[in-house]
């Protein structure tokens, strides 16, 4: 019987509107400590949970509403340092319909974080509709869940520097929007290899050396926000969450939803730089409806057919050490694992004309580049400000699908004086086609008697406004705008789809900050 974990959380959504109609909200004017020990007037309409107030500044450590440059939505961990005599955070509250925050709720979160255990958990439920453009027009409705367990192996077993995290994930719905805007990497960006519920992560992870040396093994997935990632991404619904494009459709690692085996080392030479690496099992299997398990047959080691090897090295600051803070950092991917090629047969001719299957070969490598700068804030004191963000992506070797990626956007955290945890946030990403790969779909398309030439370039653009509506909750309509949509899976291609428009709404819960449960901190970078 299948297990969905999503249906059981998602019946939050209509509970929360029913909440925010009933909730009433009270003017109040008075001081709101800041983060630094100074005050500042306010006059703006809060909801007066019983606890909110008196723990704001606490919450300052753990509530990921406070951005780093901003948080990681479903990765665990997404957490700024501790605030410090110079810290900069936001002293404005923000104006919220109604909060989910309970007495009881805090308390038993503090007495297992006493105890060294830490719950964690969200839940993003997603509308979506294609009105124009692309093969269909209609709308689609999906739902990304998660739940773990984080523990403090010092407090639980007196191992100084160790933890464990074990964090299962649900994807469930019509994830995947190409039967719509014929775009099958234009698609909502939580989608998954298929539908129910899996393992994301069951790993050690210890600090050594007075926490200059961080070691991470078990099952957990590279894509996740461990390499060519951003606290950036996951801000937007569609294409992008966890890491760019070009990483998922390139490597042989399946959906970020997933896990294999895998171990990652990362070495801190300052506070603010990093170099990791790692090395994780490219198993196939994981896009098995049925490897979802546990542990299941996808545990052991016989379904891997080769090694995707990533490493990373950067410079990164928040807003505990730097008024503006940046992030840069430079990766290199080995992926060992067999491909497709994406034109010719056993038999060395196209296999669009001629049928038969794909030559096997093996081994791929990819060069990337990540940029992120806060260029301007209103306030030098606070976080609210514009980030500009880019990215690159470049394969050295092989025949990936894509030969070139490229990311770049904006991203204002906090537009509004009177909603500094709102966000407004504009990406663009551009895929450059391998030339073996527009071969191909050049021949389909001729065989199908089309004498269109298949694009060798596809553009998606994304804007959308993060309303933080309670304490863990955002709302986030969205508009996306793609340019020849690659209709890569469908085996039929039509010649005359150039552009698709896709737009709608992401309701997503943070399980921590919306019930005010401390979460454990983890290093990344």
């Known amino acids: 019987m299948k297990t969905n974990l999503a249906g059981a959380v998602s019946f939050l959504g209509p509970l929360l509107a029913a909440m925010a109609v009933q909730a009433q909200t009270v003017p109040t004017t008075g001081q709101q400590p800041a983060a630094t020990g100074t005050t500042q007037p306010v006059n703006v309409t809060v909801w007066q949970s019983r606890q909110h107030t008196a723990l ?22 997404g957490i700024p340092s501790k605030p410090t005599a110079n810290s900069a955070h936001s002293i404005a509250p923000q104006p919220y319909l109604f909060s989910l925050d309970t007495k009881g709720g805090d308390n038993v979160g503090k007495t297992m974080a006493r105890a060294g255990v830490y719950l964690t958990g969200w839940d993003a439920s997603e509308y979506s509709g294609v009105p124009a453009g692309g093969i269909n027009h209609g709308s689609f409705f999906n739902n990304f869940a998660g739940i773990g367990l984080d523990l403090d192996m010092q407090k639980l077993a007196h191992i100084p520097g160790a ?52 070691l991470l093994a078990g099952r957990s997935m590279p894509k996740g926000g461990e390499f060519d990632g951003s606290d950036l991404y996951c801000k937007f619904p569609t294409f992008m969450c966890s890491v760019p494009t070009t990483m998922t459709i390139n490597g042989s690692m399946p959906s970020f939803v997933t896990s294999s085996w895998g171990v990652r080392l990362l070495i801190k030479p300052t506070e603010k730089s990093y170099i990791k690496g790692g090395i994780w099992e490219a198993e196939p299997w994981l896009k098995a409806t049925n490897h979802n398990s546990w542990p299941g047959p996808d545990w052991g080691f016989d379904k891997s057919e080769g090694e995707f090897i990533p490493v990373e090295g950067g410079y990164r600051t928040n807003f505990s050490n730097d008024r503006f803070p940046r992030a840069y950092d430079i990766g290199f991917i080995y992926d060992d694992a067999k491909y497709s090629d994406p034109l010719y047969n056993t038999a060395g001719q196209p296999k669009a004309l001629f049928g038969g299957n794909a030559q096997s070969r093996r081994g791929r490598t990819q060069f990337y580049i990540q940029a992120q700068q806060m260029i301007w804030k209103p306030d030098a004191r606070d976080t609210r400000g514009l980030i500009l963000f880019g990215a690159a992506n470049i394969m050295t070797s092989g025949d990936a699908p ?124």
Not at 61 to 74: N, Q
């Open 56 to 77: 704001q500044k606490e919450r300052a450590v753990t509530d990921p509403s406070m951005p780093g440059l901003v948080p990681s939505l479903f990765t665990p961990g």
């Open 163 to 214: 933890k464990i995290h074990f964090l299962a994930d649900d994807v469930a719905g019509q994830g995947h929007a190409g039967e719509f805007t014929g775009s099958n990497w234009g698609y909502v960006s939580y989608w998954g290899n298929h539908d129910g519920f899996q393992i994301r992560e069951f790993t050690w992870d210890q600090a050594l050396f007075k926490n200059k040396v961080f």
């Open 402 to 525: 894509v030969k070139d990626g490229f990311v770049l956007g904006v991203f204002d955290w906090g537009p509004f004086r009177a909603r500094p945890r709102d966000s407004v946030g504009l990406v663009v990403q551009t895929l450059r086609w391998d030339r073996r790969l527009v071969q191909d779909m050049n021949d389909t398309m001729q065989k199908q008697g089309h004498h269109n030439q298949w694009n060798g370039q596809e553009t998606m653009l994304e804007i959308n406004y993060g309303a933080n509506i309670a304490p863990g909750i955002t709302l986030t309509p969205y508009f996306q705008y793609i340019w020849n949509p690659d209709e890569l899976a469908m085996s039929r291609p039509q010649p005359d789809v150039h552009y698709a428009v896709q737009s709608g709404l992401l309701l997503n819960i943070q399980f921590n900050p919306a019930f005010g449960l401390p979460m454990l901190h983890r290093v990344r970078n």
